[in-house]
């Protein structure tokens, strides 16, 4: 017997070996099936057919619907590429940008902006004031089922903004008159649906 051309250690009968169709089939079979994504009902049948499972070895269990890979201590979800940037805000006049931040990681999306405000001061009256868009978030950084409510701060005063399915960014209330050449710390997380 020898293996196979790609080191999975998959057996392959030789010439030399007896004939054997079962045992060639099931040789195959078996070291297929243990480096590919494997099929159970449930954790507890997965326990109780694979007994000594092997670093790597992959799983979908079919009650959950969810993938597990054997890490050699124990079977976990994996986790999905972080994906990040730092470009591609727009910003509304009346405002500029000092940095920008967005982090996703499967259907989890996180946005931090810094900005300064550079237009005249936006008036509070009582905690409110007029609804002022102050930048655009970039296409695939955006919420996909609503708009999503989130805060701001200044240090000193703090509020309200929103992001709607389109990136706009508005701000919508706030503890005090935001002041030219005020910077505002804005940060959102929401889950992308779609």
């Known amino acids: 017997m020898s293996t196979d051309d790609y080191g999975q250690g998959v057996t392959i009968a030789s010439l030399a070996d007896a004939p054997n169709a079962e045992l060639l089939a099931k040789n195959i079979a078996n070291g297929i099936a243990q480096r590919s994504v494997m099929r159970f009902a449930s954790s507890s049948a997965r326990s109780a057919t694979l007994t000594t ?29 972080l994906s990040s940037t730092t470009s591609g805000l727009s910003v509304a006049s009346g405002f500029s940008l000092l940095d920008f931040f967005g982090f996703r990681q499967g259907r989890s999306v996180t946005i931090d902006i810094y900005l300064t405000r550079t237009g005249s001061n936006i008036v509070s009256n009582g905690g409110n004031i007029a609804d002022t868009v102050c930048c655009t978030l970039p296409s695939g950084w955006r919420p996909t089922h609503d708009t999503v409510t989130s805060c701001f701060d200044t240090g000193v005063v703090h509020g309200g903004w929103v992001v709607g399915t389109d990136g706009i960014c508005t701000l919508r209330t706030s503890s005090e008159d935001i002041a030219n050449a005020t910077n505002l710390r804005l940060h959102v997380g929401f889950l992308i649906t779609t």
């Open 53 to 81: 499972p092997v670093d790597g070895m992959a799983t979908w269990l079919q009650d959950v619907d969810r993938l597990e890979v054997y890490t050699g201590s124990g079977w976990v979800t994996p986790q999905p590429s």
